[in-house]
């Protein structure tokens, strides 16, 4: 009987003691959430500093703190063609104290498995918010013939075979030049070079004819007058570059976005995707980071939670079909 009473009293003990233990914990955690932030916050950038990247994340993190009343420090993890990055963030603890200031391919490395080795996906990231973005830039040299993308368009219908240098199959401005090609049957020959300026200095050199490179690789050769910009691959015209005409304008196709946004781990509590949301709506209207922004020559484009997550769906589509069309699909 007393043996008995013992294993009762024994199983009530523990039953409590697990009770004891879960409940206070969910508490904390839901607690951890509804307080967040209360300590300085990490801002991954999977490239070093100094790179157009690093220097709107830099931005970024000085005017989202000032909303937050919490430090946001950049750190720069860098390697594997910004695969590193995106490993630390997904390997973070998903509290919302580190997240990531993530171009496309970093958040979404798995459509590019032809091109990179990742050891996570999409799924192990969670989106909050898109707040800037690459945009592709056909740009010449300053001496050039052509004025516009139409007179080029033009000159390479009756002169097969132009040059254009760019970094990479996987870029949007490969992609762009490619869709180009086929709809005008312009003959290009691909020129490939490792990054953007080493596209631009081929293009001054003599090298290549045309260059499809990121806007901000081509600004200061054109602020210089050494090179042209014929047309940018964006919806509307740049707010800080009106002068320059879109694709849309001249009946193209734009080319797949390069948007870089902010992620967290997988996990991470809606609480905090929230915060850090409605923070950054509030970040890109303020005229001070604007006009920082600006400067660089990256354009703004937020996109709130549910936009991310639809945008990347669609995003990954489009670059998914034209990675199959080439034959880049393992």
């Given at each position: 009987?007393r043996?008995?009473?013992?294993?009762?009293?024994?199983?009530?003990?523990?039953l409590?003691?697990?009770?004891?233990?879960?409940?206070?914990?969910?508490?904390i955690?839901?607690?951890?959430?509804?307080?967040?932030?209360?300590?300085?916050?990490?801002?991954?950038?999977?490239?070093?500093?100094?790179?157009?990247?690093?220097?709107?994340?830099?931005?970024?993190?000085?005017?989202?703190e000032?909303?937050?009343n919490?430090?946001?420090?950049?750190?720069?993890?860098?390697?594997?063609?910004?695969?590193?990055?995106?490993?630390?963030?997904?390997?973070?603890?998903?509290d919302?104290?580190?997240?990531?200031?993530?171009?496309?391919?970093?958040?979404?490395?798995?459509?590019?498995?032809?091109?990179?080795?990742?050891?996570?996906s999409?799924?192990?990231?969670?989106?909050?918010?898109?707040?800037?973005?690459?945009?592709?830039?056909?740009?010449?040299?300053?001496?050039?013939?052509?004025?516009?993308?139409?007179?080029?368009?033009?000159?390479?219908?009756?002169?097969?075979?132009?040059?254009?240098g760019?970094?990479?199959?996987?870029?949007?401005?490969?992609?762009?030049?490619?869709?180009?090609?086929?709809?005008?049957?312009?003959?290009?020959?691909?020129?490939?070079?490792?990054?953007?300026?080493?596209?631009?200095?081929?293009?001054?050199?003599?090298?290549?004819?045309?260059?499809?490179?990121?806007?901000?690789?081509?600004?200061?050769l054109?602020?210089?007058?050494?090179?042209?910009?014929?047309?940018?691959?964006?919806?509307?015209?740049?707010?800080?570059?009106?002068?320059?005409?879109?694709?849309?304008?001249?009946?193209?196709?734009?080319?797949?976005?390069?948007?870089?946004?902010?992620?967290?781990?997988?996990?991470?509590?809606?609480?905090v995707?929230?915060?850090i949301?409605?923070?950054?709506?509030?970040?890109?209207?303020?005229?001070?980071?604007?006009?920082?922004?600006?400067?660089?020559?990256?354009?703004?484009?937020?996109?709130?939670t549910?936009?991310?997550?639809?945008?990347n769906?669609?995003?990954?589509?489009?670059?998914?079909?034209?990675?199959?069309?080439?034959g880049?699909?393992?």
């Open positions: 009987m043996e008995a009473r013992w294993k009762m009293y024994g199983g009530i003990s523990c409590l003691f697990a009770l004891s233990l879960f409940i206070p914990f969910g508490e955690v839901w607690a951890a959430a509804a307080n967040y932030p209360n300590r300085p916050i990490s801002l991954v950038v999977p490239y070093p500093p100094g790179g157009v990247t690093d220097l709107a994340a830099r931005a970024y993190a000085e005017a989202l000032k909303q937050l919490q430090p946001v420090v950049v750190a720069n993890k860098t390697g594997g063609a910004s695969i590193m990055g995106g490993s630390f963030v997904v390997n973070s603890k998903p919302g104290y580190t997240l990531g200031y993530l171009p496309f391919h970093t958040a979404v490395p798995e459509v590019y498995g032809y091109f990179l080795d990742a050891p996570y999409s799924k192990e990231l969670r989106p909050i918010c898109t707040v800037t973005e690459g945009i592709t830039a056909v740009v010449v040299k300053a001496d050039a013939p052509w004025n516009t993308l139409r007179d080029l368009v033009e000159f390479g219908k009756k002169n097969r075979g132009l040059k254009f760019c970094a990479g199959k996987n870029s949007p401005p490969y992609m762009f030049a490619v869709n180009l090609d086929r709809q005008e049957k312009l003959g290009f020959l691909y020129v490939p070079y490792n990054g953007d300026p080493d596209v631009m200095l081929a293009l001054l050199g003599g090298h290549v004819d045309l260059a499809l490179v990121i806007y901000t690789s081509a600004k200061s054109a602020d210089g007058k050494k090179a042209r910009i014929l047309a940018v691959g964006s919806r509307n015209r740049l707010e800080f570059a009106r002068e320059i005409p879109t694709v849309l304008e001249f009946g193209y196709k734009l080319p797949p976005p390069s948007p870089q946004g902010v992620y967290g781990p997988k996990g991470t509590p809606d609480e995707v929230k915060v949301n409605d923070a950054s709506r509030k970040v890109v209207d303020l005229p001070d980071f604007r006009a920082k922004v600006n400067t660089i020559g990256v354009p703004l484009i937020f996109q709130d549910p936009t991310i997550e639809k945008s769906l669609q995003v990954k589509e489009e670059i998914y079909g034209f990675f199959k069309e080439e880049l699909i393992k």
